[in-house]
């Protein structure tokens, strides 16, 4: 009678098991890298909502130097928090997120910040931020 040979040899577990642990070491930066870079889009989102309220302010008085948090419809800097966002702030016009609470260490305590310019009746936006440019959503770059 003839002996069939059934599973794998050691040598064939262990090419597997290795390549399996590079694949998951390239895999794993790559990951927290998206996960930082779609919880700092939080605060890019939260500051953008504030824009509206920016721009009516400056329609209204003509500068931006009456746009401050807790003032002229602004809401205080501690209202607009998100899970990954831990305040923004606007003073003169100018938008202040800060990422915190549950967001990633690679984005903890950094900030993204929108620049208000006025251009002939209409208002241009500046983004900038003091995380590295990975982190930072495709729009704010």
């Given at each position: ?76 800097a501690a ?24 967001a990633s ?37």
């Open positions: 009678m003839k002996k069939v040979q059934q599973g794998f040899t050691l040598i064939e577990l262990m090419i597997v098991v290795a390549i399996i642990g590079i694949l998951a070491a390239i895999a794993l930066p790559a990951y927290q890298d998206y996960t930082a870079r779609s919880q700092f889009s939080e605060a890019v989102n939260l500051a953008g909502g504030l824009k509206t309220v920016v721009a009516d302010i400056y329609a209204d008085k003509g500068a931006f130097t009456d746009a401050d948090s807790g003032s002229f419809g602004v809401p205080a209202d607009v928090k998100g899970k990954y966002t831990t305040s923004v702030t606007v003073t003169d016009g100018v938008v202040v997120a800060l990422a915190g609470g549950d260490a690679l984005i903890a305590g950094k900030t993204i910040t929108l620049t208000p310019t006025a251009n002939n009746g209409s208002i241009e936006w500046a983004c900038t931020s003091n995380a590295a440019d990975k982190y930072v959503p495709a729009a704010c770059r």
